[in-house]
């Protein structure tokens, strides 16, 4: 099975054709869709905002900076905004933020953003790192898409400490990936 | 930017828990804040990573023909239009749609003296809007706490508050444990916009009594 790698997100980014897009379909629809199980779509709606989100890689591929982050991160914040304006808000407006509109931001994001497995594997270790807690508070927020108040009311602590779980898992995660990376 | 969102406000942007409103402030704060976008692209990272090592379960459905032919259905539909950014405008990327390109477009109606209010319905979901005040040079809002969380990011101008002060772009995060009474120190209008998971509690009666007509 081939690669999703970086030459070939440039290489389609240069082309944009279906046949290096299948490689990142291949890829990339399975992990989105569980992921959108996982926080509680029924496999239509899940099917349906895979799609969605695997149209927008297509259309906005061209706005993809790899020095602003991986191409993981950037496929990732397309399917949350998908999943924020179609399972929980509803909204009457697509909902898009910076790093989706159509202009060139010279702002990096101050990430120092290696190969894209290398950073994906540092970040997993960084996550595995994290004591329990921290990384409990970490995992409802991102993999089951809870608010502050549903991670508090689901673990029986008040919000304040899911807040300063937060918090320090963040900055643990900051100090391992430094580690990871240097 | 001297005033940023709690860092694990940033956090729950990243995880896209926030609600529409809320992540709609952090979004436009973070626009022109390098500190808080390194966050959230850490955020961001995370969030890939968990996608990268979510369970699989080898579906079926992820046909890539279906999707092809989604594509090309999409590409022979009419275009829908697009919205017209404009960067270098005072208002952020991530409200222009709402409300344009120009803080004078905003329609202000009469909240109370010295001070001028603007809803803005941003989804079909019932109480899911934003605020805007725009408060006159020294004008006080009342001591007042918060039943839910409550974010406001100044457009313009500036306020004083118990934890300093807010300039254009800033964000003031608060949570439920917070009382605060800003009070308007920039030489012109302050401009703002709030978004807040519940209602404000005024420590005075009368502003009560006021805010259950006008509500924030």
């Given at each position: 099975m081939l690669e999703v790698n970086k030459d070939l997100v440039k290489k389609f980014q240069a082309e944009k054709n279906t046949k290096d897009f299948e490689v990142i379909f291949n890829y990339f629809a399975p992990k989105i869709k569980s992921l959108l199980m996982r926080s509680g779509a029924d496999g239509a709606q899940a099917e349906d905002l895979m799609h969605d989100t695997m149209i927008n890689i297509w259309e906005k591929i061209?706005?993809?900076?790899?020095d602003k982050g991986s191409f993981s991160s950037w496929v990732y914040t397309i399917a949350r905004n998908n999943r924020i304006d179609?399972?929980?808000?509803?909204?009457?407006q697509p909902y898009t933020d910076i790093s989706e509109v159509d202009i060139a931001s010279d702002?990096?994001?101050?990430l120092d953003i290696v190969e894209q497995k290398s950073i994906s594997a540092h970040v997993k270790k960084a996550i595995e790192l994290l004591p329990l807690k921290q990384r409990r508070v970490i995992e409802l927020s991102f993999?089951?898409?809870?608010t502050q108040e549903e991670i508090a009311s689901e673990l029986s602590i008040p919000i304040g400490t899911v807040k300063s779980r937060m918090r320090l898992a963040y900055q643990k995660m900051k100090d391992n990936l430094k580690e990871l990376q240097a | 930017m001297k005033q940023h969102p709690d860092l694990s406000t940033l956090i729950s942007y990243s995880s896209g828990t926030l609600s529409l409103a809320f992540s709609t402030l952090v979004a436009s704060h973070t626009e022109n804040c390098a500190h808080c976008k390194e966050i959230v692209q850490i955020g961001n990272e995370l969030g890939a990573s968990m996608m990268e090592n979510a369970v699989e379960?080898?579906?079926?459905?992820?046909?890539y023909n279906v999707f092809l032919n989604k594509l090309n259905n999409k590409n022979n539909s009419p275009e829908i239009k697009k919205i017209d950014f404009d960067?270098?405008?005072?208002?952020p990327v991530s409200l222009q749609r709402y409300i344009?390109?120009?803080?004078?477009d905003i329609q202000w109606s009469f909240f109370a003296p010295g001070i001028q209010k603007s809803q803005v319905k941003?989804?079909?979901?019932?109480?899911c809007h934003l605020t805007f005040l725009k408060i006159k040079p020294k004008k006080k809002i009342p001591e007042h706490g918060h039943k839910g969380g409550e974010l406001t990011l100044v457009l313009k101008g500036a306020f004083d508050d118990q934890n300093g002060t807010y300039a254009a772009g800033d964000i003031a995060d608060h949570d439920m444990s917070t009382h605060h009474e800003p009070v308007v120190s920039s030489k012109e209008d302050c401009i703002c916009v709030i978004a807040t998971d519940g209602p404000m509690v005024f420590k005075s009666l009368i502003a009560n009594m006021y805010q259950s007509i006008v509500r924030i």
């Open positions: 061209h706005m993809y900076n790899p179609l399972l929980r808000k509803k909204s009457s702002n990096d994001s101050g993999v089951n898409d809870l | 379960k080898k579906e079926k459905t992820q046909d960067l270098n405008s005072e208002v344009g390109n120009h803080l004078d941003i989804s079909d979901k019932s109480n």
